[in-house]
């Protein structure tokens, strides 16, 4: 899926804003677009809260460009992503965590840091391989929230896991073509029982949903840059 320029500034910003205020970061959406679009930091904004803006902003440009969504899915992709999140937050950032870990508002144990790296392998093998099987893109969409909530249960990193799988879930959409689902912060008490319950079918209409309506935004974008090309015209 060909995206306008304008249309990738509307993803980067609201996707910035929302993963990161859904992990309790206070930063508004007027202010994520002057720190990533203009480039100016607001008054009083804490230091770690403007680095997890700008560094989501970093990870959505490696893992959204054109060349890295061409590219196959692999752990070196994935950990890259962590890592630039992760960037002056963290310093095991691209790396699998070593001590137990959990998920706030949710009473499951995450996977052992000793069973991680087999389970993140299993996780990318399983994904790689249905993808290719797949033949709608009903199925792509069952597989990423599928893939989605796993992700989130072996918890693989000692900070950064929810932001890390979110962006893997756009990223898995937009490989295929999909329109991406932005989990809005108003959303979050729905999107967290999804994962504590492993309510995937639920998670699915839900997103089916919201992919349907940021299509339409989408073409919303398309249509406005097509009339700005004609309206340019000699």
């Known amino acids: ?14 996707m910035t804003h929302h993963s ?18 203009h480039h100016t930091v607001p008054n009083k904004v804490s230091l770690r809260e403007l680095y ?4 989501h902003r970093y990870a959505m440009e490696y893992l959204f460009d054109p060349d890295t969504l061409q590219k196959d899915f692999t752990m070196d992709v994935l950990l890259e ?20 870990n959990y998920i706030k508002g949710t009473d499951f144990e995450t996977t052992k840091p000793n069973e991680t790296p087999l389970a993140m392998k299993q996780w990318l093998d399983n994904i790689n391989y249905r993808v290719n099987l ?9 597989l990423v929230c599928e893939s989605h909530i796993s992700f989130e249960r072996i918890h693989p990193f000692a900070d950064g896991n929810g932001r890390t799988g979110r962006l893997m879930k ?14 809005e912060k108003e959303e979050k008490e729905r999107y967290i029982f999804f994962l504590s319950t492993q309510d995937v079918e639920g998670f699915r209409e ?8 940021e299509r339409n935004r989408i073409y919303s ?3 406005n840059e097509s009339k700005l090309e004609n309206d340019f015209e000699p």
């Open 20 to 37: 990161s205020a859904i992990e309790n970061n206070t930063i508004s959406l007027p202010e994520t677009v002057s720190i990533i679009l």
């Open 52 to 55: 997890e803006i700008d560094n």
């Open 134 to 142: 797949a033949t709608s893109k009903e199925e792509i969409v069952q």
């Open 170 to 183: 756009n990223y898995l959409l937009l490989k295929n073509d999909l329109a991406p689902l932005i989990i």
């Open 206 to 213: 839900y997103a089916e949903k919201k992919i349907k309506k």
């Open 221 to 223: 974008f398309k249509a």
């Open 81 to 100: 992503t962590h890592s630039l999140l992760m960037n002056r937050l963290h310093h095991e950032r691209g790396k699998f965590k070593t001590e137990v």
């Open 1 to 14: 899926m060909e995206l306008p320029r304008e249309y990738m500034d509307d993803f980067l910003v609201r």
